[in-house]
């Protein structure tokens, strides 16, 4: 099933997301990437209902976008992610609402912070130093609740979101093969493999 | 499964002598599993007010700011800060605007009114999700921890707490109260309003 | 036939003018002065309240937003100082301070400085074009602080159009303000000697003779110390007094002439 997680560390977010594109018990694809890069120094990983997912994600990337053309700089992470929560609870108090969770993270060039938020379909949005969605999440949360620490090197928080995923393959019925990874930083966006 | 009770979270607010006290939890989870033990659902509305907001996650997070868009713009037109209880009649009649499709929050309100004299009349409030507003003169309680809340106030609360004493009040209740409830919990913060100042703080409750 | 081209806003003259917006921009510079200054630390305004009198009631002591009539807040972040027709001008001050509160509702952040002037200016902009409508009668200054640009101040005129600037002024005079503040401005400035500067300027384009505050309207931009949020001033007429008092600009009894600061 869906799984996303996203951790912080010292100067950065990792945020890592499964690969499968399932329709009712078949996988239809192992890898896509359900990780979106909606600005230079921000993440978005969304999982959900399929076809809100991708039409919510690329609603976002584009009004993200068209932010930054018209002010020549992108919204900062909190902005950003305030603006994606105010159309998720918009959208649910409308006629069809887009049933789509996500995982923001970001690197906020203004103060220098990483920064990371949980957002789930309702609209309910919290910052978090660590957080998941899916099925993964019910293993994944305790896992980070031991061994997260915001002052972790890159190495150090890719180790612990290796214990994650390792957990979800061991435990959960239908876990998810492959995962995407990447890391938001100072330097901009990159995928990571681990 | 309610709505009100999807996220979890509980507030409560008392009376003291010349000062009112309003505490609320930390929590937020999806049902069972909790996902955040630094939510915050009470908020400053003036120097003198504080508004908490427990009920369904995206709604204390929407509400809190279509709030805060009018507090800023009445303060900024009037050139004068808000009273308590104009502010309460501004929760009610916000919640009822919805009464047909309402947001899931049930608000506390704990403010100091100006008296004429120049003194300060301690203020609480409570509503319901369409804003039916309960005026009280000792404390108010909402949330998912409430019926708790009710019962260990009515043992602990008497009248005329100086401003430490109150603290102490609201914070035992709190702390007590969450303990035997499965949606809140996970710390609390409390913030007692004096005539000249205000004292928050954040407590550690049984982080489990 | 001379007035062909005149009476509609959205008509261009052959030499391809549009004269009310020409002619608003007249009104404007019979207004009151308005003037500002960046600062490294802050930024400055002043502006010259041009409804005077003995009868006017001025007991109001200015609340949250000081009781402007030139100067107002916009935004916790933004302080606009206007010139021109007083009504215009509030009827845009209610504009920008509900824009700048929708951002906050849909960022959680103070809106940008810029980004408030382009609201302004996109309104304006459309009175230029739409038929029927006279264009607003109003320049204001913006004053303002974002983490994008840190200090900023903006000037936006009846056309739309805006721009950045170090040292401006608008209203009447302001050709005058302007060549003095092109000499006295330095780079570096500091909000200290910026006010210096911006009550040197005004003492000398002011139609009277001395400086008062029911003359005067101010106001500071800075960051706090401990919060680094901006914090805006506007002074109540008492601490205009002190101020000028402080600079040696104040009024002495018996002798109207000014020491120069």
Redesign the interface.
């Known amino acids: 099933m869906e799984t996303s997680f996203a951790l912080t560390g010292k100067g950065y977010v990792i945020v890592a997301a499964d690969t499968t594109a399932a329709r009712s018990i078949v996988k239809m694809k192992v890898d896509e990437d359900k990780i979106k890069e909606i600005s230079p120094h921000l993440l978005m990983a969304y999982s959900g209902e399929p076809g809100d997912t991708v039409q919510f994600a690329e609603f976002v990337e584009r009004n993200i976008r068209l932010y930054q053309i018209r002010n020549l700089y992108p919204l900062r992470p909190s902005a950003a992610a305030s603006w994606i929560r105010r159309s998720l609870a918009d959208s649910l108090r409308s006629r069809s609402p887009y049933s789509v969770n996500l995982l923001v993270g970001g690197y906020d060039t203004a103060t220098h912070e990483p920064k990371l938020y949980w957002i789930d379909y309702l609209g309910t949005q919290v910052d978090v130093p660590f957080g998941a969605h899916g099925y993964g999440s019910y293993f994944a949360l305790s896992l980070l609740d031991r061994y997260h620490d915001p002052e972790a090197s890159l190495e150090e928080g890719l180790a612990t979101l290796k214990r994650c995923v390792d957990e979800v393959a061991k435990r959960l019925v239908v876990s998810p093969g492959r995962y995407k990874v990447k890391v938001v930083d100072k330097d901009g966006v990159r995928e990571v493999e681990i | 499964m309610s709505i009100m009770e999807y ?1 979890g979270g509980s507030v409560i607010a008392m009376v003291g002598k010349d000062c009112v006290a309003i505490a609320s939890d930390l929590r ?1 989870g ?1 049902q069972a ?4 033990s ?2 915050q659902k009470v908020f400053p509305v003036t120097d003198r007010i504080y508004v908490g907001l427990p009920g ?3 709604d204390v ?2 509400l809190r ?2 709030f ?2 009018r507090i ?2 009445y ?7 808000i009273e308590p209880e104009t502010f309460a009649h501004l929760v009610s009649s916000t919640l009822y605007e919805h009464r047909f ?1 309402p947001y899931f929050i049930e608000p506390v309100i704990a403010g100091l009114s100006k008296t004429p004299s120049g003194g300060v009349k301690p203020l609480i409030a409570a509503a319901d999700l369409i804003g039916c507003l309960n005026f009280a003169k000792d404390f108010v309680v909402a949330g998912t921890a409430s019926t708790k809340l009710l019962g260990v106030a009515e043992g602990l609360w008497e009248p005329d707490l100086e401003p430490e004493d109150l603290f102490e009040t609201i914070s035992q209740t709190l702390l007590n109260s969450v303990d035997r409830d499965a949606f809140s919990g996970w710390g609390a913060v409390v913030h007692v309003i004096t005539k000249d100042s205000i004292i928050s703080r954040t407590l550690k409750g049984r982080m489990d | 036939m001379a007035r062909r081209y005149d009476s509609r806003t959205t008509i261009f003259s052959p030499e391809g003018r549009l004269y009310q917006i020409e002619y608003a921009m007249e009104a404007i510079s019979h207004a009151g002065t308005v003037l500002g200054v960046l600062a490294k630390d802050g930024v400055v305004l002043a502006a010259e309240k041009k409804v005077t009198g003995k009868l006017l009631d001025l007991s109001g002591e200015g609340g949250y937003g000081g009781s402007g009539e030139k100067i107002f807040l916009l935004n916790s972040n933004v302080i606009g100082g206007v010139a021109g027709l007083t009504s215009d001008a509030n009827s845009l001050v209610n504009y920008a301070r509900t824009a700048a509160q929708q951002h906050l509702l849909s960022y959680n952040e103070d809106i940008p400085v810029e980004l408030l002037a382009q609201r302004l200016c996109d309104m304006k902009q459309g009175y230029t074009q739409y038929g029927g409508l006279r264009p607003f009668g109003v320049s204001l200054l913006y004053a303002g602080y974002d983490p994008h640009y840190q200090f900023q101040l903006y000037h936006s005129d009846p056309s739309g159009n805006y721009s950045g600037w170090k040292a401006t002024c608008i209203g009447a005079n302001n050709g005058t303000a302007q060549s003095l503040l092109k000499q006295e401005y330095k780079d570096d400035i500091l909000v200290k000697d910026a006010i210096a500067l911006v009550l040197k300027v005004m003492s000398k384009t002011m139609d009277s003779t001395t400086l008062g505050s029911e003359k005067l309207e101010f106001a500071v931009l800075t960051l706090d110390e401990s919060t680094k949020q901006p914090k805006a001033k506007i002074y109540k007429p008492s601490e205009i007094d002190a101020l000028l008092r402080a600079e040696g600009l104040a009024k002495t009894d018996g002798d109207t002439e000014m020491k120069s600061a």
């Open positions: 996220n937020l999806n599993l909790s996902i955040s630094n939510f369904l996650g995206t997070t929407t700011e279509r805060r868009y800023n713009m303060t900024i037109k009037e050139e004068r800060e499709g």
